[in-house]
C-alpha cells in the first residue's frame, strides 16, 4: 500500500525515529501505526510511545473538590485562543459543578443534566453558537474518598494537563499534591506493578524480547541469562509507567514509594487529563485561508 507523508509524519512525531526508518516501519506493517511503533521499538530504532500520544485538540480540563467528591472534567474547542473566553471557562465551571453534584454513568447522560434552567447539552450549543467554533465535553472521571483519606489536586497553565489523586495514611496536604505535580508531571499510567493488567506486561516483554535478540552484544549468550537480561530490561523500561517506581520530582534521590513510605502515606488511585491527547488537530494552510476569505470578500 502507499504510505503517505502525513503517517510517516505522525509515526516520527511517535517514536522520535527518522524519515526513512519510519517509512521502512509504515511498509512492512502496511501502514499500521501501533505495529509500526512496535516494529520500530524491536529494531532498536525507537523508544516507548508515550501513553498521550499526539496532543492535538485544544480546550482547557478542570479539578473541582466538592466534600468526599472529586472530579476531572475536560472540554474541547478548536483553537487555544477560544479557550481562554470567558464564555468557554464558565460553561467548563458549570460543566464541573453539574457532573460532580450528579456523577453521570458518562458523558451522554452528563449533557441531560440540568445547568442554569437548561440541559447541558443545550449550553454546549448556545456557546458554539455565540463563540463560533465546535465545543464538545470530552470526557469526565469523578473520584470518591472516604473520611481518612485525602485528595490531591493539581491543574497545570489553568488545566492543560490537570490530575487528581486519593492518598490515604496521612492527613498532610501537601503529599498529595505532591503526588498530585508528580502525576501530573511525569504521567504515570499505573500506581504500581500490581495494578498493571498482564497483557501490558506480556506485551512489553515481547518487545523486549526482540530488542535482545536484535541486539548483536547478546549473540550466543546462553538462554537462561538471555532472560535474565530480558526480565531486567523489562523491569527498567514499566518503571516509568509506575507511579510509586518513578523518581520523585522534588529529590532525584528518591523514589516516590520511597518519599510515600516517609510520610507514612499510600496512593489508593489518580486520575490525569492533558488536553487533547490522543486526538488529532485540524492543520491549516493560513496562505492558502487569506486567499479563500480575499476570494469571498471580492465576491460580495
Same mark, same amino acid.
Given at each position: 500500500?502507499?504510505?503517505?507523508?502525513?503517517?510517516?509524519?505522525?509515526?516520527?512525531?511517535?517514536?522520535?525515529?527518522?524519515?526513512?526508518?519510519?517509512?521502512?516501519?509504515?511498509?512492512?506493517?502496511?501502514?499500521?501505526? $501501533?505495529?509500526?511503533?512496535?516494529?520500530?521499538?524491536?529494531?532498536?530504532?525507537?523508544?516507548?510511545?508515550?501513553?498521550?500520544?499526539?496532543?492535538?485538540?485544544?480546550?482547557?480540563?478542570?479539578?473541582?473538590? $466538592?466534600?468526599?467528591?472529586?472530579?476531572?472534567?475536560?472540554?474541547?474547542?478548536?483553537?487555544?485562543?477560544?479557550?481562554?473566553?470567558?464564555?468557554?471557562?464558565?460553561?467548563?465551571?458549570?460543566?464541573?459543578?453539574?457532573?460532580?453534584?450528579?456523577?453521570?454513568?458518562?458523558?451522554?447522560?452528563?449533557?441531560?443534566?440540568?445547568?442554569?434552567?437548561?440541559?447541558?447539552?443545550?449550553?454546549?450549543?448556545?456557546?458554539?453558537?455565540?463563540?463560533? $467554533?465546535?465545543?464538545?465535553?470530552?470526557?469526565?472521571?469523578?473520584?470518591?474518598?472516604?473520611?481518612?483519606?485525602?485528595?490531591?489536586?493539581?491543574?497545570?497553565?489553568?488545566?492543560?494537563?490537570?490530575?487528581?489523586?486519593?492518598?490515604?495514611?496521612?492527613?498532610?496536604?501537601?503529599?498529595?499534591?505532591?503526588?498530585?505535580?508528580?502525576?501530573?508531571?511525569?504521567?504515570?499510567?499505573?500506581?504500581?506493578?500490581?495494578?498493571?493488567?498482564?497483557?501490558?506486561?506480556?506485551?512489553?516483554?515481547?518487545?523486549?524480547?526482540?530488542?535482545?535478540?536484535?541486539?548483536?552484544?547478546?549473540?550466543?549468550?546462553?538462554?537462561?541469562?538471555?532472560?535474565?537480561?530480558?526480565?531486567?530490561?523489562?523491569?527498567?523500561?514499566?518503571?516509568?509507567?509506575?507511579?510509586?517506581?518513578?523518581?520523585?520530582?522534588?529529590?532525584?534521590?528518591?523514589?516516590?514509594?520511597?518519599?510515600?513510605?516517609?510520610?507514612?502515606?499510600?496512593?489508593?488511585?489518580?486520575?490525569?487529563?492533558?488536553?487533547?491527547?490522543?486526538?488529532?488537530?485540524?492543520?491549516?494552510?493560513?496562505?492558502?485561508?487569506?486567499?479563500?476569505?480575499?476570494?469571498?470578500?471580492?465576491?460580495?
Amino acid at each position: 500500500m502507499a504510505i503517505t507523508a502525513q503517517q510517516v509524519k505522525e509515526l516520527r512525531e511517535k517514536t522520535g525515529a527518522g524519515m526513512m526508518d519510519c517509512k521502512k516501519a509504515l511498509t512492512e506493517c502496511n501502514g499500521d501505526m $501501533e505495529k509500526s511503533v512496535d516494529w520500530l521499538r524491536e529494531k532498536g530504532i525507537a523508544k516507548a510511545a508515550k501513553k498521550q500520544g499526539r496532543i492535538a485538540a485544544e480546550g482547557l480540563s478542570k479539578v473541582l473538590v $466538592e466534600g468526599n467528591r472529586c472530579c476531572l472534567v475536560e472540554v474541547n474547542s478548536e483553537t487555544d485562543f477560544v479557550a481562554k473566553n470567558d464564555k468557554f471557562l464558565a460553561l467548563l465551571d458549570d460543566t464541573a459543578h453539574a457532573i460532580i453534584e450528579a456523577k453521570p454513568a458518562d458523558t451522554e447522560a452528563a449533557l441531560k443534566l440540568s445547568v442554569n434552567g437548561e440541559l447541558l447539552s443545550d449550553a454546549f450549543v448556545n456557546a458554539v453558537a455565540v463563540i463560533g $467554533e465546535k465545543i464538545t465535553l470530552r470526557r469526565f472521571a469523578v473520584l470518591e474518598k472516604t473520611d481518612d483519606e485525602i485528595f490531591g489536586t493539581y491543574m497545570h497553565m489553568g488545566g492543560t494537563i490537570s490530575s487528581a489523586v486519593v492518598v490515604k495514611g496521612t492527613a498532610d496536604g501537601q503529599v498529595a499534591k505532591d503526588m498530585a505535580m508528580q502525576i501530573a508531571s511525569m504521567a504515570p499510567s499505573y500506581v504500581s506493578r500490581n495494578d498493571m493488567p498482564a497483557d501490558v506486561v506480556e506485551h512489553e516483554r515481547s518487545i523486549q524480547t526482540e530488542l535482545a535478540k536484535n541486539d548483536e552484544s547478546l549473540a550466543n549468550k546462553p538462554e537462561k541469562i538471555m532472560a535474565g537480561i530480558v526480565e531486567g530490561r523489562l523491569s527498567k523500561s514499566l518503571q516509568d509507567m509506575c507511579l510509586v517506581d518513578q523518581i520523585y520530582f522534588k529529590n532525584q534521590d528518591l523514589k516516590c514509594k520511597d518519599y510515600l513510605k516517609e510520610n507514612h502515606a499510600e496512593v489508593v488511585t489518580f486520575v490525569r487529563y492533558q488536553v487533547g491527547e490522543g486526538l488529532e488537530k485540524r492543520e491549516e494552510n493560513f496562505a492558502e485561508e487569506v486567499a479563500k476569505q480575499t476570494a469571498e470578500a471580492q465576491m460580495k
